[in-house]
């Protein structure tokens, strides 16, 4: 008796027709069968949010024996649950996301709609990981993250993650150094709005701003990236800050 090919979902929030999801699945499909749902258009920025209220359209982009890729007008969040729910048969052994253009290092972590869409299937106790090019151009090369990429696949595949645990990767442009395992770097953004007048006479708004990272420790996320490495950061659904909750029992249970 055969083994069964491992069931691989992927998306992004780039996009179905990025090329960091193109790079990824092309690393995918000789390990398993791989499912795709990728959000129709560029859904970046939109962290974890859920579409309610409104319709959402799936589209068939391609369906072939070990390959199948969807498009929906809808948030990563969405495509996750879609996936899971509606378009595969069974639950998806890993999930993977990406590759993203553009950093999700630090606080740009919770903005992250690539790394929403790794916790939800964290959430789902799916091994899940996200990945990023610290690098907006979207023709920026991604060539020389790919063969880490394909390494840490390989290991996930090979040895799982632990139950609420999903992990948030990150490559540096230009040459890697190699890989180190840190945290999530503390930091801050300034936030900058262009403004520009219109005929109308009203005004519209453009989001800008510049990172401040205040974390000395190399393997703080940014700092190994800043340095040349690929980061791995282990994250989890779970925001409990567990160190305060006895501290924060004696506050408020007796008030």
């Known amino acids: 008796m055969t083994n069964k090919k491992p069931l691989?979902?992927?998306t992004n929030d780039d996009g179905y027709k990025a090329r960091g999801?193109?790079?990824l699945?092309?690393?995918l499909k000789p390990m398993g069968e791989v499912?795709?749902?990728a959000p129709q258009t560029e859904m970046s920025g939109k962290s974890h949010s859920i579409t309610a209220g409104l319709p959402l359209r799936l589209t068939e982009i391609c369906i072939e024996d070990s390959y199948k890729e969807y498009a929906l007008e809808g948030t990563p969040v969405d495509c996750v649950k879609m996936g899971f729910d509606n378009v595969l048969k069974r639950r998806p052994d890993f999930l993977f996301a990406g590759i993203n253009h553009g950093a999700n290092t630090s606080i740009n972590t919770i903005y992250s709609g690539t790394m929403a869409a790794a916790m939800e299937g964290c959430a789902e106790n799916v091994p899940s990981v996200g990945f990023s090019l610290c690098?907006?151009?979207k023709n920026a090369p991604l060539d020389g993250c790919l063969p880490f990429v394909e390494k840490i696949i390989k290991e996930v595949m090979t040895n799982g993650l632990n139950d609420g645990v999903c992990l948030n990767v990150n490559f540096p442009t230009g040459k890697i150094k190699g890989i180190k395992v840190g945290h999530q770097a503390k930091g801050?953004?300034?936030e900058e709005f262009d403004k520009t007048e219109q005929q109308n006479g009203s005004t519209i708004y453009w989001l800008g701003g510049e990172y401040h990272?205040?974390?000395k420790n190399p393997d703080a996320d940014w700092n190994a990236v800043s340095a040349g490495y690929a980061s791995v950061v282990p994250m989890q659904v779970d925001f409990t800050a567990w160190?305060?909750?006895p501290q924060t029992k004696q506050r408020f249970e007796n008030l």
Request: hydrophobic share 50%.
């Open 21 to 23: 999801i193109k790079l």
């Open 188 to 190: 801050y953004w300034t």
């Open 243 to 245: 160190r305060e909750l």
């Open 35 to 37: 499912v795709v749902v």
């Open 213 to 215: 990272c205040t974390d």
């Open 135 to 137: 690098d907006n151009d």
């Open 25 to 27: 699945v092309d690393i």
């Open 8 to 10: 691989i979902f992927v």
